[in-house]
T-cell receptor, first 115, second 113 residues
Framework: AQKITQTQPGMFVQEKEAVTLDCTYD???????LFWYKQPSSGEMIFLIY??????QNATEGRYSLNFQKARKSANLVISASQLGDSAMYFC????????????FGTGTSLTVIP | DADVTQTPRNRITKTGKRIMLECSQT?????MYWYRQDPGLGLRLIYY???????NKGEISDGYSVSRQAQAKFSLSLESAIPNQTALYFC????????????FGPGTRLTVL
């Protein structure tokens, strides 16, 4: 079974609008971390935001927030006020404590911001 | 200077050749990882190492080998390259707790003809 599922291969959003990128995960480990990364066309992987399994509040980092719904095992990334520079691939990842803290990645969502 | 470096950044080689991709880090992390990225498949783990004496196979280790020469250095080798190993390869490092992110190198774009 897939550990991380991203069901949106491609998304479009109008500049200055908000967009939600979906991510669901599968684990039986009570201790885990959820991460989002951005990969622009230049290729580097940029860490955006982290959510811990025991965190009570949703993580926020500037225009990025993580909508963490533990019971549904979802960790959606919300980008507010989209900018042209947000056009990139976005990857959701999970790190479990009981598998030696390996990272598992989704297949990514390609976001295009339309001017 | 970058915390995680990879050499070379780009490489074109021929089928059957031996290739080594090198990764160095200055972050002082024990854990190092090698991934490959193919379009539509995300990042897939090739090998990972928790310290110099602990090396583990990942999801797609066939056709690859690794060497952890020091805490800061982790090399990936393709003993006999084949065209379906054409991909973008990333090295990454991390600390040992589930709250810590990975730090990625800039990637090596490998083409096997």
């Amino acid at each position: 079974a897939q550990k991380i599922t991203q069901t949106q291969p491609g998304m479009f959003v109008q500049e200055k609008e908000a967009v939600t990128l979906d991510c669901t995960y599968d684990t039986s480990d009570p201790s885990y971390g959820l991460f989002w990364y951005k990969q622009p066309s230049s290729g580097e992987m940029i860490f955006l935001i982290y959510q811990g399994s025991y965190d009570q509040q949703n993580a926020t980092e500037g225009r990025y927030s993580l909508n963490f719904q533990k019971a549904r095992k979802s960790a959606n990334l919300v980008i507010s006020a989209s900018q042209l520079g947000d056009s990139a691939m976005y990857f959701c990842a999970m790190r479990e404590a009981n598998t030696g803290n390996q990272f598992y990645f989704g297949t990514g969502t390609s976001l295009t911001v339309i001017p | 200077d970058a915390d995680v470096t990879q050499t070379p950044r780009n490489r074109i080689t021929k089928t059957g050749k031996r290739i080594m991709l090198e990764c160095s880090q200055t972050k002082g992390h024990d854990r190092m990882y090698w991934y490959r990225q193919d379009p539509g498949l995300g990042l897939r783990l090739i090998y990972y190492s928790f310290d110099v004496k602990d090396i583990n196979k990942g999801e797609i280790s066939d056709g690859y080998s690794v060497s952890r020469q020091a805490q800061a250095k982790f090399s990936l080798s393709l003993e006999s390259a084949i065209p379906n190993q054409t991909a973008l390869y990333f090295c990454a490092t991390a600390m040992g707790t589930s709250t810590d992110t990975q730090y990625f190198g800039p990637g090596t774009r490998l083409t096997v003809l």
